[in-house]
């Protein structure tokens, strides 16, 4: 079946534009993560969506940043006023719900702000 | 504050031979690691998962073994063939509000795996 893809593949943007990045989860799962590849920093979390809940903000960087996830499938992450330590690996994973189900990574947005 | 440790960026091992990958956690109340894979270009891929009620868990290829009083786990890959060339990551769940676990990865560790 189809894993879980995002779109676009990769970015190059400007300082201070706004960019949209989009995830799409593997079809009836549940739970969808954000993560991202910062150089030198590692995977870190994002926010997590769970059905129709509210999200879980509590790994967004700055208030910049902000996400949201229509009819429980697709979610998109918006970063407004791009900054040049924005630049990274921007990751999406699903999983069927509980917190201890496999998390299935889609294969990344690379993001570069100049 | 890193909670989860990789403490060697890189290992180089002969085809064949065992493969052993090091992992450190600082948080007592993690209960579930994980191990993830990635290759250039592509996002983490799942290779085996432990509980902590276990101290082993095996699938082909790869064991995973986890020490809870020295907060440390291992992944063992015997043979190591060139096509787990890759970036390794080990994880710990750190458990969410509303069913969610969210992943503390570490640093990773490469591996290369000459012919």
């Known amino acids: 079946g189809a894993g879980v893809s995002q779109s676009p593949s990769n970015k190059v943007t400007e300082k201070g534009k706004d960019v949209e990045l989009r995830c799409d989860p593997i079809s009836g799962h549940t739970a969808l993560y954000w993560y991202r590849q910062s150089l030198g920093q590692g995977l870190e979390f994002l926010i997590y969506f769970q059905g129709n809940s509210a999200p879980d903000k509590s790994g967004l960087p700055s208030d910049r940043f902000s996400a949201e996830r229509t009819g429980g499938s697709v979610s998109t992450l918006t970063i407004q006023r791009t900054q040049q330590e924005d630049s990274a690996v921007y990751l999406c994973?699903?999983?069927?719900?509980?917190?201890?189900?496999?998390?299935?990574f889609g294969p990344g947005t690379r993001l570069l702000v100049l | 504050d890193q909670q989860v440790k990789q403490n060697s960026p890189s290992l180089s091992v002969q085809e064949g031979r065992i493969s052993i990958l090091n992992c450190d956690y600082t948080?007592?109340?993690?209960?579930?690691f994980l191990w993830y894979k990635k290759y250039p270009a592509e996002g983490p891929t799942f290779l085996i998962s432990i509980s902590s009620i276990k101290d082993k868990n095996e699938d082909g290829r790869f064991t995973v073994f986890l020490n809870k009083s020295a907060k440390h786990l291992s992944l063992h890959i015997v043979p190591s063939q060139p096509g787990d060339s890759a970036v390794y990551f080990c994880a710990a769940i750190e458990v969410l509000g509303n069913q969610g676990g969210k992943l503390i990865f570490g640093q990773g560790t490469e591996l290369s795996v000459k012919p």
């Open positions: 948080n007592s109340m993690f209960d579930y």
């Open positions: 994973a699903s999983s069927q719900g509980w917190d201890k189900e496999t998390q299935y």
